[in-house]
């Protein structure tokens, strides 16, 4: 098990940016596969982006272009850089970290205004 601290979350205006940070308790994260999610109201959850142990990242179509996922792992945290963020990126967003055992952030809120 790995306990997970998202920040970075905030509000913003349309064409802004921010950074989400996932920091992790133990170093054994560098071995984790990290996911960031994105739930919006009433939706479902869906991936936005991941980042294996060795660094290979992948996109969802919607944020590709705009978003950048990367790792640190001499600090046991992950990042996502938001770019040219748009309403509809307005979401809470959670870090996942995987590899023995599935582990959950608490969520970031993360608003996006016109």
């Known amino acids: 098990q790995v306990q997970l601290v998202e920040s970075g979350g905030g509000l913003v205006q349309t064409g802004g940016s921010l950074r989400l940070s996932c920091a992790a308790d133990?170093?054994?994260?560098?071995?984790?596969?990290v996911t960031w999610y994105r739930q919006a109201s009433g939706n479902r959850r869906e991936l936005v982006a991941n980042?294996?142990?060795?660094?290979?990242?992948n996109y969802s179509d919607s944020v590709k272009g705009r978003f950048t996922i990367s790792r640190d792992n001499a600090k046991n945290t992950a990042y996502l850089q938001m770019n040219n963020l748009k309403v509809e990126d307005t979401a809470v967003y959670y870090c996942?970290?995987?590899?023995?055992?599935?582990?959950w952030g608490q969520g970031t809120q993360v608003t996006v205004s016109s």
């Open positions: 996942n970290a995987k590899w023995h055992t599935d582990n």
């Open positions: 133990r170093s054994t994260f560098n071995y984790y596969t």
């Open positions: 980042i294996t142990r060795d660094g290979t990242t």
